[in-house]
């Protein structure tokens, strides 16, 4: 196995531990990484094929982003708790995005230390979208940190 695909199974057995919730939230954010270590596992020649359709993947993007229940991330959270309904595992992909919106929605650019701003985004997000584990909170606060820079 190489690396990529170790980093990729990682990935998928961490979030088999956590609750649906928090493993769409993981699955959400980590899916153009997990995405990007697929597309190099591919072979040249497929990889090719995907390269030649460069003027769609902005389109796709935007497509996943709108619709992440019908996307890789769905195919990733039935992996990790299979056997459960359908429409369960599509809210919880679309809860949440919507929570991840919410804290980069409720990051204040301008006023304030960089430290309190971030944290303050996830605050307001998680009144608006509770139940969450620590961990994914905290996870919600380092990539609005990581990102927001």
């Known amino acids: ?12 057995a961490e979030a088999s531990e956590l609750p649906l919730k928090d ?16 597309w190099r596992a591919m072979p040249p020649n497929v990889r090719d094929v995907f390269r030649s359709r460069a003027a769609e993947n902005s389109i796709e ?14 195919d990733r959270l039935q992996l990790t708790h299979p056997g459960l309904d359908e429409a369960e ?5 679309i809860a949440a995005v919507r929570f991840d ?12 230390e960089f430290g309190a701003r971030y944290k303050r985004a996830v605050e307001l997000a998680a009144r608006d979208y ?9 996870r919600a606060r380092y990539y609005i940190s990581y990102y927001m820079k």
Do not use: N
């Open 61 to 74: 993007v935007k497509f996943e982003h709108d619709h992440p229940e019908d996307g890789l991330t769905f």
């Open 130 to 138: 509770p139940g969450y584990l620590e961990l994914t909170y905290q």
């Open 23 to 38: 493993a769409a939230y993981l699955l959400w954010r980590e899916c153009s990484k997990l995405d990007l270590l697929a």
């Open 89 to 93: 595992v599509k809210q919880a992909i």
């Open 1 to 12: 196995m190489t690396e990529d695909e170790e980093t990729i199974a990682r990935t998928i």
């Open 101 to 112: 919106d919410a804290c980069f929605g409720y990051f204040d650019k301008i006023k304030g």
